[in-house]
């Protein structure tokens, strides 16, 4: 199943319907505008485990049937505010857990330790609106801080200009936001050919083995991931 805003792209929503089932979100009043409707701030996952905000709890019958373990509700309750609005916006794989350790919610932590994962530690609390992860050791990032800690651990990382994409009642979303990985391919909620580095960024997924899947024409728009749950 597929969990994404009910602002995606139509063009995007009819590829990705072809194949998969998807669970599109309507607004949180809690969050603020512009980000109300974000998957990656209401869900997570961690290897088979996934983790949901009390206020996603309406949701957690539909997604129930296609989960291989019970969905996690963590205690904590989401803000209107950052870092509260962060609680689950993660980087995980399935050895490390990217997050900022002080923001992120404790049954998050706490699975990752149970399973033995390494824990980075970033300052950047949105940390999955800002960083997309294509494989165990290979990110694209828009976040300076998280593209040292990274490259820190030896990780392969593509570093990207902020901005260029859009965030309704913002100045600018984040790369991270606009995409989602579903096997070997990387969708993107717009065209890369909008954004200044975008050849660099289909490069880099080329490289790395991933297709890439872009709406021609459309600016790229921060949706809050594409998530495959």
Do not use: W
């Not at 209107?80 to 404790?106: D, G």
């Not at 049954?107 to 494989?135: D, G, S």
Request: with cysteine; proline share 3%; charged share 15%.
């Amino acid at each position: 199943m597929i969990i994404t805003a009910n602002t995606i792209y139509p063009e995007l929503y009819n590829i990705l319907a072809q194949q998969h089932s998807i669970l599109l979100l309507d607004n949180v009043s809690v969050l603020y505008e512009g980000i109300r409707n974000h998957a990656d701030l209401q869900v997570c996952k961690i290897k088979d485990q996934c983790f949901i905000s009390k206020e996603f709890q309406k949701n957690h019958s539909l997604l129930s049937i296609s989960a291989s373990n019970p969905f996690i509700t963590i205690n904590e309750t989401l803000g209107n505010a950052y870092p509260k609005t962060a609680r689950l916006n993660i980087v995980s794989s399935e050895t490390h857990l990217i997050c900022n350790t002080k923001h992120v919610a404790k049954a998050v932590l706490n699975f990752a330790n149970a399973c033995n994962m390494e824990i980075i530690h970033v300052k950047q609390a949105y940390t999955r609106c800002t960083t997309i992860p294509l494989e165990e050791n290979a990110y694209i990032t828009d976040d300076p801080g998280i593209a040292k800690a990274l490259r820190n651990q030896r990780f392969d990382v593509l570093l990207v200009t902020r901005g260029r994409v859009l965030l309704p009642g913002h100045d600018y979303g984040f790369i991270g936001g606009t995409a989602g990985i579903i096997d070997d391919t990387i969708y993107f909620n717009g065209d890369l050919a909008y954004h200044p580095d975008g050849q660099a960024i289909k490069n880099y997924c080329h490289d790395h083995n991933h297709n890439t899947v872009e709406i021609k024409g459309q600016q790229l728009m921060d949706i809050g991931s594409i998530l495959y749950i």
